[in-house]
């Protein structure tokens, strides 16, 4: 029996199911594209899919709808691909091993995907029902989302008609997403020396972090493990003589990094007690500083023995220490015009160490354009300074809110009528194609909007089922009234 055999909408689910057996992480989107695309052939619906492999495709409107405007569902094809430590599983290749566990849907070990994936099972549901009433319907699957919103940046849209435009894209149900911010993606490099040297190598791990989403989470303060080991480097160089050999951790620019290691050298003769004397001082500081939003934190010390290593030329060892205790990172303006409402942020997401080089990548994000660059600038600045360099992908522009909305008019009135409660309309720092795609449809009208995800970008990501079908009812509902 399939996993969700038993839950509802079926269809929704079961289209669900099929997808995240289909890997899909970012920059591997051919199958599901083409999953997509044989699924419009097999319905009989006109269908264009790219060589970026965006997928377009069109629905007639119902009996007595014919004429009515065309509604955009729009959503992307991509995930994020997170798994816990020890987790078997090859995300180019593997599929995603779900489970119920009471009112939610989740992975084992790994993010779900319901971001975005919940999005294309509703559109595929609503494109295979022939009973529902509804308007000519324009479904556009993008990918790339999560690396830079690459693919609502590349796709062709000119052939569409549709100027209304629902995003499946958010995560809170009964909170609908009027604007977000901008963003892009800054690596900073550095060039390295090494030096040949011999003794004794240690694995130092920053571990047990929460994580979470860079744009939708950084309010919540969890700690970084690219900050907090460039923060226990710092502070056991202050201590003992030591060379650095590797450093490396996260995985998306755009997910708050939950895990880094450093292999570092010691002499022959070295302080070993000192060393784990040291480890253990600032694992009970860190302890106590992320009680309450990384309760788990760990600092781990492994010895791994005598060895001759290429380690860093104590000037290189500077400056990728230097980098690391400065580089700005998290909240850097809160809005003063919406209450609560992250303004600027950057995430330092990824970080790597080669023979040759070191680099960290951000994920940088605002609502004022003019600080999206201003940030840019002093990270550019702080890396030069030290001999680096800065190349910057995936800029997209920030979704301005629309005084007057006649999407947002049908929506409140219909998830009024249908839950008998008002409907939340927000802002968001995290970023959202609306923006790329209103600057390719003139008088584009938007909204964003979701059933309930928890944790996204993390093992720990869940999708409530109930919220899942109410959902469901309130697309249906609102199709239904877009006469």
């Known amino acids: 029996m399939r996993v969700c055999e038993q839950l509802k909408p079926k269809k929704v689910f079961e289209y669900f199911e099929d997808l995240c057996q289909i890997p899909h992480g970012s920059g591997n989107t051919r199958q599901i594209s083409d999953y997509c695309a044989a699924f419009a052939k097999s319905h009989g619906l006109k269908y264009i899919q ?4 965006n997928v377009i495709i069109f629905k007639d409107g119902s009996k007595g709808y014919e004429n009515a405007d065309p509604v955009i569902i729009q959503g992307h094809l991509d995930m994020v691909c997170e798994k816990e430590s020890g987790v078997d599983i090859d995300f180019e290749k593997d599929g995603l091993r779900l489970y119920v566990d009471g009112d939610f849907l989740k992975a084992e070990g790994t993010t779900l995907g319901g971001d975005d994936g919940i999005a294309v099972a509703y559109a595929l549901a609503i494109l295979d029902d022939d009973t529902l009433e509804h308007p000519p319907l324009e479904v ?52 390295l020396n090494r030096t040949e040297q011999e003794g004794v190598c240690y694995e130092i791990k920053v571990t047990g972090l929460q ?20 923060r226990v480097l710092q502070s056991l160089n202050l201590k003992l003589p030591f060379a650095i050999e590797r450093l490396e951790g996260g995985l998306k620019d755009n997910a708050i990094p939950r895990e880094t290691a450093a292999v570092i050298m010691l002499p022959a003769n070295g302080q070993e007690q000192e060393l784990y004397a040291q480890i253990a001082e600032q694992e009970e500081k860190l302890k106590k500083e992320y009680h309450t939003s990384d309760p788990d934190v760990s600092i781990q010390c492994r010895k791994l023995g005598e060895q001759k290593k290429l380690v860093l030329h104590s000037s290189s060892a500077t400056k990728v220490l230097f980098f690391l205790r400065n580089m700005p990172n998290g909240i850097q303006h809160m809005s003063m015009d919406i209450p609560g409402l992250v303004e600027t942020s950057l995430n330092a997401g990824i970080m790597r160490m080669s023979d040759q080089t070191f ?46 909305s006649k999407i947002r008019s049908l929506m409140a009135e219909t998830y009024q009528d249908l839950f008998q409660k008002e409907a939340r309309f927000e802002a968001i720092h995290a970023g959202l194609e609306c923006g790329i795609l209103s600057g390719k449809i003139e008088d584009l009208d938007c909204i964003s ?20 079908e109410r959902i469901w009812n309130l697309i249906i509902e609102f199709l239904k009234r877009s006469r």
Request: charged share 25%; proline share 3%; hydrophobic share 35%.
């Open 50 to 53: 790219d060589e970026d492999n």
């Open 140 to 191: 556009v699957f993008t990918v790339d989302e999560e690396i830079g919103l690459l693919g609502a940046e590349s796709v062709d849209l000119s052939m569409l008609k549709g100027k209304k435009l629902l995003n499946i894209d958010s995560e809170e149900e009964g909170v609908f997403l009027t604007s977000c911010a901008g963003g892009l993606g800054a690596v900073c490099e550095l060039p």
């Open 359 to 404: 680099s960290v990548s951000f994920s940088v994000r605002s609502s004022v354009t003019s600080r999206k660059y201003e940030l840019t600038d002093r990270l550019a600045f702080l890396i030069e300074f030290l001999g680096g360099s800065i190349s910057v992908n995936g800029d997209y522009p920030a979704w301005e809110y629309k005084k007057e």
């Open 449 to 468: 909007f979701g059933p309930d995800l928890m944790d996204i970008h993390t093992p720990k990501e869940r999708l409530r089922i109930s919220s899942a």
């Open 211 to 230: 994580g979470g989403h860079s744009g939708a989470e950084i309010h919540k303060e969890h700690g970084n493990a690219i900050v907090l080991i460039g």
